[in-house]
């Protein structure tokens, strides 16, 4: 059974950094791209980040130059490391995955950040 767990939730002051990470089981992860998404509270859910099965990398402009993501092939983890939060990226992040062949898509459960002095 696919599975999609995120950890790294909190809250941190503007300005400050968090690192989200996302394990995947239960799929072949690297053959996988790897997307974070973010939903703020009355806000349509957006897409932040992807990074392809290769490698490749993309954002949205609002995080861009701020927030980085990864992956491990080998410990079937991706991670997204947020810098310089600012309170517009106050949302819950959640984990996808995504086979652009097979079309099939896994969800994670969701994790908080909250960017607040």
């Known amino acids: 059974q696919a599975q999609l767990v995120e950890s790294g939730e909190g809250l941190v002051q503007p300005g400050g950094s968090l690192r989200l990470s996302c394990v995947a089981a239960?799929?072949?992860?690297?053959?996988?791209?790897m997307r974070w998404f973010r939903q703020a509270p009355g806000k349509e859910r957006e897409l932040v980040a992807h990074?392809?099965?290769?490698?490749?990398?993309n954002y949205a402009d609002s995080v861009k130059g701020r927030f980085s993501v990864s992956r491990d092939n080998v410990k079937n983890t991706v991670h997204l490391q947020m810098n310089s939060l600012k309170p517009e990226d106050t949302a819950v992040y959640y984990c996808?995955?995504?086979?652009?062949?097979?079309?099939?898509?896994?969800w994670g459960q969701g994790t908080q950040v909250t960017v607040s002095s």
């Open positions: 996808n995955a995504l086979n652009r062949d097979t079309r099939y898509e896994y």
């Open positions: 239960g799929f072949r992860f690297s053959t996988y791209v």
């Open positions: 990074i392809s099965a290769g490698g490749s990398t």
